[in-house]
């Protein structure tokens, strides 16, 4: 009995040559690969990619965090300052700075943000301040969070803004998740970030986070009753993702990566069937958001 393997191998490197000279690079790291007793009529197909490069932040220095916080205004202003001999204006109305200077810690994990620099993207016309707290040696970004995801309605605005570094911002993510839940899937990340794959530990915290979250208020019309002739009954828990502007269900199960999670919808509630397309139902979730499930998740 013959055999056939088809193995795919990715790996990244840096390098100032050429594409040509580059592939012939890859070649030669590929050929450096031993070959095993039994391994016989082995075709490589060596394809390139040019890769983006990472867009690096500048750091133009270091601020004390008093000298930033007694300049914050609401009105539009400007501020001057001195750093490492050199002048830069920065604007000082910003909501960022107003949100940071009424708490300094994340409301998730009580990280406290000790340090600020100026900094600015390659592409900045001017200069900002960008807010750090410090653990095991790391600075960790800090960010204002939306305290309502803007993708469930939550408005731009100081009210419905806190402080939430960055760590816990990406746990967090549109779900609507309490902060004591925050602290959890954080606490989470810390204990198995040394044990566990990249790919692991994100799969242990996406099935944690689903089990965590709740659904938003205004997706209370799901019913554990049958709300019209025409509702349809979920078989098993789904996902909603949102992909080029559409939402889709999948059961929670799978992993989408590449779109943006949007809800869960539980295992045996009711949902409005509007209309049939071939192997497809669109449901309804709100009075104004509809959804595509296969109607095999349904019945």
Known sequence: ???????????????DLPQAQALQLARKHLDEIPSKDGMEDIRCILNLDCLRSKVERIKLGEVALEDVFSNVT??????????????????????????FANNRRCVACGLESNRVFLECNPSDKMP???????????????????????????????S???????????????????????????DMVAKNKKTLTKRKLHTLIE?????????????SLFSNEKPCEDAVRVLQDLTIYEANGDLIGYPSIESHDDCKKVMTVKKGVWLESILEINDSLICKLTDQKLAK???????
Not at 145 to 150: C, P, R, T, V, Y
Not at 207 to 219: A, V
């Open 1 to 15: 009995m013959r055999y056939r393997v088809t193995c795919t191998i990715i790996w990244d490197f840096e390098s």
């Open 74 to 99: 609401v009105q539009p202003s400007k501020k001057t300052f001195d750093i490492n001999g050199k002048e830069y204006k920065v604007k000082m109305n910003v909501d960022r700075y107003q949100v």
């Open 128 to 158: 900002h301040f960008n807010f750090y707290g410090e653990e095991d040696g790391k600075l960790i970004l800090f960010t204002k969070d939306h305290i309502k995801a803007k993708a469930f309605g939550g408005e731009d605005s100081l």
């Open 160 to 186: 419905n803004y806190q402080t939430m570094c960055s760590t816990c911002n990406s746990l967090k993510a549109h779900s609507n998740l309490s902060l004591e839940n925050v602290k959890k899937l954080r």
């Open 207 to 219: 099935e944690e986070r689903m089990r965590l979250e709740e659904p938003w208020p205004h997706f």
């Open 293 to 299: 499930l296969n109607k095999k998740l349904v019945k």
